[in-house]
T-cell receptor, first 114, second 116 residues
């Protein structure tokens, strides 16, 4: 157990739907990062939050949004889902926001859009 | 922008063979370099890292040296075991870019299978 908890582990949904993925960071970590892992794109950085504030955006679609709550857990919202959104979504947490030295990954949420 | 290129896989070896997985990078600043490993059904785990030129990262018999002159960070292990079968990712974090210091840019991953 890495200490980073992601729920649900698996999610199957239909095109056009909306889903929410949840990430609880390791105790004491203030940063949460979201990544998408797909067969064709590999691992892509989506977004980074530090202590409730957005710090950086990567290749995140406008249909996707995220937030980090006061208790530091984060949610990634995916809407108007398309077949191509099927992927593994990972979050990682770290204590600070300068350098990924303390990165810890969760085990991921596998999203299947049918 | 930043990029990482790994040797194409999959790589199949017999137990006790020597392993090399090539990794080269492109970055505008002074990146830190990492190797992560992903076992089936699990998230990524940090295997080793190097934060400046000529640093050697090592862990569990794996090692990699940060070569700035060749922009490379090749992963090596002298004698692989069946339990090393996994996907290996090379990654960089460019702390000098002025953007998110925590962001990692990954290579495409190399699948390693070790047979007894």
């Amino acid at each position: 157990d890495s200490g980073v908890t992601q729920t649900p582990k698996h999610l199957i949904t239909a095109t056009g739907q909306r889903v929410t993925l949840r990430c609880s960071p390791r105790s004491g970590d203030l940063s949460v990062y979201w990544y998408q892992q797909s067969l064709d794109q590999g691992l892509q950085f989506l977004i980074h939050y530090y202590n409730g504030e957005e710090r950086a955006k990567g290749n995140i679609l406008e249909r996707f949004s995220a937030q980090q709550f006061p208790d530091l857990h984060s949610e990634l919202n995916l809407s108007s889902l398309e077949l191509g959104d099927s992927a593994l979504y990972f979050c990682a947490s770290s204590v600070g926001h300068r350098g990924p030295y303390g990165y810890t990954f969760g085990s991921g949420t596998r999203l299947t859009v049918v | 922008g930043d990029s990482v290129t790994q040797m194409e896989g999959p790589v199949t070896l017999s137990e006790e063979a020597f392993l090399t997985i090539n990794c080269t990078y492109t970055a505008t600043g002074y990146p830190s370099l990492f190797w992560y490993v992903q076992y089936p059904g699990e998230g990524l785990q940090l295997l080793l890292k190097a934060t400046k030129a000529d640093d050697k990262g090592s862990n569990k018999g794996f090692e990699a040296t940060y070569r700035k002159e060749t922009t490379s960070f090749h992963l090596e292990k002298g004698s692989v075991q069946v339990s090393d079968s996994a996907v290996y990712f090379c990654a960089l974090s460019d702390a000098g870019s002025g953007t998110s210091y925590g962001k990692l840019t990954f290579g495409q991953g190399t699948i390693l299978t070790v047979h007894p």
